[in-house]
């Protein structure tokens, strides 16, 4: 309980998930539904991905193909992260409730804390750290909601410009290489670029297009 | 009581493209994840291309919440949202990468813009 309370990462979290929030309601979306995408999806980018896409008049399809290159990440980050939990014994199914819960802050987390917890009990921790961090968001998505919906339009444009702040400089500071700072760059730069073309799927033409080529740039540079 | 209830779910179809669109394709990477987790290297050629491209697509639905934005972010105009974000990256260069002093500085930065324009 305390990591949840002293994580600095939570507050970030919270503004997130208050951005969220507001933006399921000027996209029209139920408070029920944007509650339920916290729990089911529990990843800020693609929920936000989920929401401006379907909000914008994308198919089911192209949000469906956005999200799922979104949450590619995901799948090196279970990789590295539950070994840290296994144990002999440990069966799979004991590990489908953490690997759930892994995202980018539960991630950095783990690596952060977990060296800190007897081996036996880093599953039922990070359970715990998991349903914490997952209430406080419910939480914050509740709020952004009601107060999207209730504020003047000031502090409602307050409230969804946390979104693109938060998370332009939680992926700033998450960068690690140069393929990850050129690939940051360049998709901000093609993406209105890319929507004068108005294909329905700018999303995905600007980001494989810039990552694409952000990734030549660190190939030809380890060549070199 | 109902009523109530409707009004919290929404469209039911609505509920459904959330598992079809956000939840399955988002929750089938964690799945593999745990079932093919350990053959795979952390710093392998392919992962860091999947990263700068999962980080691209992310920078572009910045750019876009930016550009097109929704609801009563459309009411601040496009200059003041491109400088409150670059207030907001120029503190957090200067405070050695705090996310926390960025993000407070870049809202104070539209808001006060907003409130002087009246």
């Known amino acids: ?224 | 009581m109902n009523d109530w209830l409707a009004n919290f779910l929404g469209d039911p179809h609505a509920l459904l493209v959330l598992v079809i669109a956000g939840f399955l394709p988002n929750e089938v990477w964690r799945m593999l994840g745990l079932w093919l987790g350990g053959g795979v290297d952390e710093g392998s050629e392919a992962l860091i291309w999947v990263r700068a491209v999962a980080t691209a697509i992310l920078a572009g639905v910045i750019a876009q919440i930016l550009v097109q934005p929704p609801g009563a972010l459309a009411s601040v105009p496009d200059w003041l949202r491109y400088g409150a974000v670059a207030a907001g990256f120029a503190v957090f260069m200067l405070t050695r990468r705090s996310i926390f002093a960025g993000v407070v500085s870049g809202e104070v930065a539209m808001v006060a813009g907003k409130w002087w324009l009246g």
């Not at chain 1, 702040?165 to 960068?175: E, H, M, P, V, W």
């Open chain 1, 1 to 224: 309980m305390r990591s949840v309370v002293t994580t600095v990462l939570t507050l970030v979290l919270f503004a997130t998930y208050l951005g969220i929030g507001a933006l399921a309601h000027d996209s029209h979306f139920s408070l029920g539904w944007v509650l339920g995408s916290t729990v089911l999806v529990w990843a800020g980018p693609a929920q936000i991905i989920l929401i401006t896409t379907l909000g914008s008049g994308a198919t089911v399809v192209q949000a469906a193909v956005a999200v799922a290159v979104s949450a590619i990440r995901l799948f090196p980050m279970v990789v590295s992260v539950l070994p840290l939990m296994r144990m002999p014994g440990t069966k799979r199914r004991h590990l489908v409730l953490a690997a759930h819960f892994i995202a980018v802050t539960l991630w950095v987390e783990c690596y952060r804390l977990l060296p800190l917890v007897p081996r036996a009990r880093r599953i039922a921790f990070t359970h715990g750290l998991g349903c914490g961090l997952l209430s406080v968001c419910l939480v914050a998505t509740a709020l952004g909601y009601g107060l999207a919906a209730n504020l003047p339009a000031l502090f409602a444009a307050a409230i969804l410009m946390l979104t693109p702040l938060a998370f332009l400089l939680s992926t700033a500071r998450n960068c690690r290489q140069l393929s990850d700072v050129l690939a940051l760059v360049l998709g901000l730069a093609l993406y209105p670029l890319v929507a004068t073309l108005q294909t329905g799927v700018d999303i995905l033409i600007s980001g494989i297009s810039a990552g694409t080529i952000a990734y030549g740039a660190h190939w030809w540079r380890a060549r070199a």
